[in-house]
């Protein structure tokens, strides 16, 4: 009787540790997963307007390709590598051209920094040697 006593005691510890256990931290990059898209202005010309689309996969680390930016008015795609992650900012390059040609060749190895906002919104700002590209993008 007191084996079965013990080994109840035993359950019931076992039950309480993986209960009370902190669950598994989720990938901080997951916050910016998602399909963003807004209107970019220009530095060089404002009253210049482009829409871009940003996909961003789950599960990114830095380093790694994560994702991409789709620029229909220009039919441009490129694919973006994760710099870095400072808090809400998610700093990336443009790694290759995934289409889009010779235009689009140019923005390879630029970057820039998309930044969750209070409201829900990513600023996205990227600049290159000959303008900067802002606005806002929702999903």
């Not at 970019?40 to 961003?56: R, T």
């Amino acid at each position: 009787m007191n084996t079965n006593r013990f080994m109840y005691l035993i359950v019931i510890a076992v039950f309480i540790a993986t209960a009370c256990a902190p669950s598994a931290e989720s990938n901080p990059v997951d916050r910016f997963a998602g399909t963003w898209s807004g209107t970019m202005d220009f530095s060089d010309d404002p009253s210049a307007k482009q829409d871009v689309v940003v996909s961003i996969p789950g599960g990114c680390a830095v380093g790694n390709v994560c994702g991409d930016t789709t620029n229909p008015g220009v039919s441009c795609q490129c694919e973006m590598t994760l710099s870095a992650l400072n808090q809400n900012v998610f700093e990336y390059k443009f790694s290759r051209t995934l289409s889009g040609g010779d235009p689009c060749e140019a923005g390879v190895g630029t970057g820039g920094t998309l930044t969750l906002q209070a409201d829900g919104t990513l600023m996205r700002e990227h600049t290159t040697p000959m303008f900067t590209a802002s606005g806002a993008l929702t999903k």
